[in-house]
């Protein structure tokens, strides 16, 4: 009986011993893995996600074998964030305000609205909202190849591609990240941005005169019936209106960032990765005329977004 007894506590510390050192290796690669589901998905919360479904593939997985254990995890990553990416394409049909949680005003995820919009400024928030209109195997080709130097051959078995046809998808993401629009005149750009910037960081810090200094008397601001409260168009004017208005919004400015919306500085909100709204502006002798805040899907998704370069 003692030699059965002394045979099962060896076999119970052997068992807790494979389990450490299983989770010791795990957690040498639990930081990238992250950054890539984070790139792959926009969202903290699905990211982690995506992360423990691939330490519970692995602990269920004979591994021993694996010379590469962080490839291995990576394609694992990879091949779930996958599904829940061509799963939201199934779902593009829904309003985007409905697709987006608001960090602000909800918690539904129960993720901490500081930390996302910390991690979303580090990745670039203007790059998770283009990279939000690209195809699901685009994204993936483009994130591991582009972002993570994961070779093309690497690549290819995880979207079921050949290798040359990943490289195409990599390509056209590429092409969309940097933009389609034509290239627009660099000083205009620059006058444009730098109003841009002074209206985003005056809403941001709650300045009521500085906002109306940077908008034309006259403006305009419209926004289509998916921006909210109500199921139909928005139109104010006047510069202390529009300039309330957008005070009324400053916390959502956290989660908003400068890019190129049809080849001109404007504005993009993301949520949890997810694109929100953008608002595209014309600008006069440096004051801001007008502003469209476009949230239905069908009008976002044929905007020309793209990072823009500090």
């Known amino acids: 009986?003692?030699?059965?007894?002394?045979?099962?506590?060896?076999?119970?510390?052997?068992?807790?011993?494979?389990?450490?050192?299983?989770?010791?290796?795990?957690?040498?690669?639990?930081?990238?893995?992250?950054?890539?589901?984070?790139?792959?998905?926009?969202?903290?919360?699905?990211?982690?996600?995506?992360?423990?479904?691939?330490?519970?593939?692995?602990?269920?997985?004979?591994?021993?074998?694996?010379?590469?254990?962080?490839?291995?995890?990576?394609?694992?990553?990879?091949?779930?964030?996958?599904?829940?990416?061509?799963?939201?394409?199934?779902?593009?049909?829904?309003?985007?305000?409905?697709?987006?949680?608001?960090?602000?005003?909800?918690?539904?995820?129960?993720?901490?609205?500081?930390?996302?919009?910390?991690?979303?400024?580090?990745?670039?928030?203007?790059?998770?909202?283009?990279?939000?209109?690209?195809?699901?195997?685009?994204?993936?080709?483009?994130?591991?190849?582009?972002?993570?130097?994961?070779?093309?051959?690497?690549?290819?078995?995880?979207?079921?591609r050949s290798s040359p046809a990943v490289r195409q998808l990599a390509s056209r993401a590429r092409r969309r990240v940097k933009g389609a629009s034509p290239a627009p005149d660099t000083a205009d750009l620059d006058r444009q941005r730098r109003v841009v910037d002074a209206y985003l960081a005056a809403t941001r810090g709650g300045d009521f005169d500085a906002l109306v200094a940077l908008l034309d008397p006259d403006v305009v601001l419209r926004a289509d019936p998916a921006v909210g409260p109500t199921p139909a168009p928005l139109l104010i004017r006047g510069a202390r209106v529009v300039a309330r208005g957008a005070l009324a919004s400053s916390e959502r400015a956290r989660s908003t960032q400068v890019a190129l919306v049809n080849g001109a500085a404007g504005l993009v909100m993301a949520l949890h990765g997810r694109l929100h709204l953008v608002l595209a502006f014309t600008i006069a002798d440096g004051r801001i005329t007008e502003i469209d805040v476009i949230a239905e899907p069908d009008r976002v998704r044929r905007l020309d977004l793209a990072v823009l370069d500090d």
């Open 1 to 160: 009986m003692d030699l059965l007894l002394r045979h099962a506590a060896r076999k119970e510390c052997d068992t807790v011993d494979d389990r450490d050192r299983l989770t010791e290796r795990f957690e040498e690669h639990r930081l990238r893995l992250r950054a890539v589901a984070y790139r792959m998905l926009g969202s903290v919360s699905e990211a982690d996600d995506a992360v423990q479904e691939a330490w519970l593939r692995m602990s269920r997985a004979d591994t021993d074998d694996v010379d590469n254990l962080e490839a291995w995890l990576i394609t694992v990553v990879s091949r779930v964030c996958l599904n829940v990416l061509r799963s939201r394409e199934q779902r593009r049909e829904e309003p985007l305000d409905v697709q987006a949680h608001d960090p602000v005003v909800g918690h539904g995820d129960g993720g901490d609205p500081e930390h996302e919009a910390m991690l979303a400024d580090s990745v670039g928030l203007a790059l998770l909202v283009v990279l939000d209109t690209l195809t699901p195997t685009e994204r993936l080709a483009f994130v591991l190849h582009d972002m993570f130097d994961v070779p093309f051959d690497d690549v290819a078995p995880v979207v079921g």
